[in-house]
């Protein structure tokens, strides 16, 4: 079975530049995460979706930050404009019902996003 | 509120020795308790998770993990680790109660196994 995809693997552009990051989830799970993971904070819960829809989007950093479910199948993850310290691995996972008692999270490889 | 506290950020272990990686956590609920790996330039494997029962969970690749309700403690071991087993390593929590609710990690535990 496909896991969690995520595309670019690898993103390096100038601040300022709009980034778009993507996932596509495994097919048949109805809750879908983005994480960030950095040296300094570890790795952070961004913003979880729930069939498609934003449950908790407290952990977004700021308003350069968007992201979005237009599908079951699709989610992107929107900085603009980009900065240095946005630079991170950007994790997106996926699990089936409540992703907690007997479905665990799976995490795709991730994209390492480099902002100069 | 959660919080996960990994003792040790690194462990550098001999190939076939045993290995101890350590995790406490503060939780005012209940919580589940989890072990994820993430090996070099990959996303993060659910080891083994806590719910409920024996208090000893057995996981994937040989590990275990311990919970203690009275220390907070939920530690990860291994009786003889191999060179494959040098990543990342995750203990997280999540309460439990009605709804979904969100992950929380520990900072991460680097595991080095050397020849």
């Known amino acids: 079975d496909a896991g969690v995809i995520q595309s670019p693997r690898h993103e390096v552009t100038e601040m300022g530049q709009e980034v778009t990051l993507r996932c596509k989830p495994i097919s048949g799970h109805d809750y879908l995460f983005w994480y960030r993971q950095t040296m300094m904070?570890?790795?952070e819960l961004l913003i979880y979706f729930?069939?498609?829809?934003?449950?908790?989007?407290?952990?977004?950093?700021e308003d350069r930050f968007s992201a979005k479910m237009p599908n079951a199948s699709f989610s992107t993850l929107k900085i603009q404009p980009s900065e240095p310290r946005d630079s991170a691995v950007y994790f997106c996972a996926s699990s089936r019902g409540t992703g907690v008692t007997n479905q665990p999270q799976h995490f795709g490889d991730g994209t390492r996003l480099s902002i100069l | 509120a959660q919080?996960?506290?990994?003792?040790d950020s690194q462990v550098p272990v001999f190939e076939e020795a045993p290995v101890e990686l350590r995790c406490n956590y503060s939780s005012s609920v209940s919580v589940y308790l989890f072990w994820y790996v993430q090996y070099p330039n990959q996303g993060l494997q659910l080891l083994l998770k806590y719910l409920s029962g024996s208090t000893l969970v057995k996981g994937i690749?040989?590990?275990e993990?311990?919970?203690n309700k009275s220390q907070t403690s939920f530690h990860l071991r291994?009786?003889?680790?191999?060179i494959s087993d040098t990543a990342e390593y995750?203990?997280?929590v999540?309460?439990?109660s009605g709804g979904y609710n969100k992950l929380i990690f520990g900072a991460g535990t680097r595991l080095a196994v050397h020849p």
Not at chain 1, 50 to 61: E, F, K, L, R, T
Not at chain 2, 3 to 7: E, G, K, N
């Open chain 2, 61 to 63: 690749n040989g590990f």
């Open chain 1, 41 to 43: 904070r570890g790795l």
């Open chain 1, 50 to 61: 729930n069939n498609n829809v934003p449950i908790d989007d407290s952990g977004m950093p």
């Open chain 2, 65 to 67: 993990a311990e919970f």
């Open chain 2, 90 to 92: 995750f203990c997280a």
């Open chain 2, 3 to 7: 919080s996960v506290t990994q003792l």
């Open chain 2, 78 to 82: 291994k009786p003889s680790v191999h």
């Open chain 2, 94 to 96: 999540t309460p439990l």
